[in-house]
């Protein structure tokens, strides 16, 4: 029952944007949908093969820019030039360790003291960019490599 109604939930966020719910699109979402889950397009290949699913490095890649375009994604570079994305929908920031390259998830909830519209605000004004969302990029070392 749990996962008919997960499934009705890719279904409904797919049709919000448009899209028809495929397997592949489910999958990539299911997996991408967990706090603290970065990886690269070959990453989430590699993940989905050991769960056993049937599915093309191509396809990832293809859903992967489909699912971005759709704003259901958030495509981003790591520290070494890497590309991620990130399916986890609550407005958050990021924590990169620059010594061992993991990243980690912060909510902005957690963070009110930063508001993001006067930074996108000033942006504009000295641009003339429309800024659709800023987010905020922290660097450091983590708890284990400290």
Not at 54 to 64: E, K, W
Not at 77 to 100: I, M, P
Not at 133 to 146: I, S, T
Request: with cysteine.
């Amino acid at each position: 029952m749990a996962r008919t109604k997960e499934r009705d939930t890719f279904r409904s966020r797919l049709k919000t944007v448009g899209l028809r719910h495929t397997m592949p699109r489910e999958r990539i979402l299911s997996f991408l949908d967990k706090k603290n889950a970065h990886p690269t397009p070959e990453e989430l290949y590699q993940s989905l093969k050991k769960k056993g699913y049937a599915i093309g490095l191509s396809t990832v890649y293809l859903n992967l820019q489909v699912l971005r375009d759709a704003g259901l994604l958030w495509e981003f570079k790591d520290q070494q030039g890497n590309t991620r994305y990130d399916g986890f929908t609550e407005k958050h920031h990021h924590l990169f360790c620059v010594q061992c390259g993991t990243i980690e998830d912060l909510l902005a909830k957690d963070l009110p003291e930063f508001d993001p519209e006067p930074v996108k605000k000033a942006v504009e004004s000295r641009t003339g960019w429309f800024i659709e969302d800023a987010r905020l990029e922290l660097r450091g070392v983590c708890p284990n490599c400290q």
